[in-house]
Nanobody
Framework: QVQVVESGGGLVQAGGSLRLSCTAS????????MGWFRQPPGKEREVVSC????????VYAASVKGRFTISRDNAKTTQYLQMNSLKPEDTAMYYC?????????????????YGQGTQVTVSS
């Protein structure tokens, strides 16, 4: 059974930083693209970022490019999302995701695995 678990959310002031972590079990971590979605209050879930299975390719939403950095450590079966220069509009529930490719995750996500989410709140 695939399990995806996020951690690292919290409350931070605007301009601050947070680092989210995510571990995945029940799948061959090194064979999967990993990513992050978020769902702001009252809005649809949106893609934040994705990293290929090898870490050689990354994708970012325009709203976070230059502020967020996705990375992974396959030996530790863990991925990370470093979030800098946080803004109140970054407030959302953040979900870790796993899928075979970033393309599948972003355009289809029928077979995407998600975690339970971790709350990020940015105060102004």
């Amino acid at each position: 059974q695939v399990q995806v678990v996020e951690s690292g959310g919290g409350l931070v002031q605007a301009g601050g930083s947070l680092r989210l972590s995510c571990t995945a079990s029940g799948l061959r971590f090194g064979d999967y693209a990993m990513g992050w979605f978020r769902q702001p209050p009252g809005k649809e879930r949106e893609v934040v970022s994705c990293i290929s299975y090898s870490g050689g390719s990354t994708v970012y939403a325009a709203s976070v490019k230059g502020r967020f950095t996705i990375s992974r450590d396959n030996a530790k079966t863990t991925q990370y999302l470093q979030m800098n220069s946080l803004k109140p509009e970054d407030t959302a529930m953040y979900y870790c995701a796993a899928d075979l490719t970033c393309s599948d995750m972003i355009t289809d996500h029928r077979d995407t695995y998600y975690g339970q989410g971790t709350q990020v709140t940015v105060s102004s």
